[in-house]
């Protein structure tokens, strides 16, 4: 879905201003097409929406939390070829794991460097990735 004829569409689901704004910068400078909400709510409508190639995810969000959002997307067909990336600062093995189990593709610990994101995003974008334990 990110063939050459159009930038990958990327969506931010982060309710923390300064991290949207980092991801944001450092996707956009990869050339990829990004949009960003702030809560779980507008984050599932904005998939619906937007049906973009990669979801970056926060677990802990205002109104639905990520899991919900990753589980309720994951339940809609039309939605199975988006990607999503979950991001917490509550890295542990079990969250990892309820992570994977709801549908995410990838699952990334806060703090994390932005080029394990980005090498994160670019294997979930081409395809190659397999769930991933970062």
């Known amino acids: 879905m990110t063939g050459t004829d159009h930038p990958a569409r990327i969506l931010i689901v982060e309710d923390e201003d300064n991290i ?4 944001s910068h ?8 990004v949009e960003r909400v702030a809560d ?5 409508a904005a998939v619906r929406d937007l049906h ?5 995810l926060d677990v802990m969000l205002p109104g639905m939390t990520g899991y919900e959002v990753c589980q309720a ?4 067909p039309e939605l199975a070829e988006v990607k999503i990336l979950m991001m917490t600062a509550r ?3 079990m969250e990892r794991r309820k992570g994977l189990a709801l549908g995410a593709d990838g699952f990334i610990a806060k703090p994390f460097d932005l080029s394990d994101l980005l090498e994160q995003a670019r294997a979930l974008l081409s395809g190659s990735a397999e769930p991933s334990n970062a």
């Open 40 to 44: 779980g709510d507008a984050g599932l």
């Open 91 to 93: 890295g542990n093995a």
């Open 20 to 23: 949207a704004l980092a991801l």
């Open 73 to 76: 997307v994951r339940l809609e």
């Open 52 to 56: 973009p190639d990669l979801v970056l």
């Open 26 to 33: 450092v996707l956009g400078r990869e050339g990829w097409k």
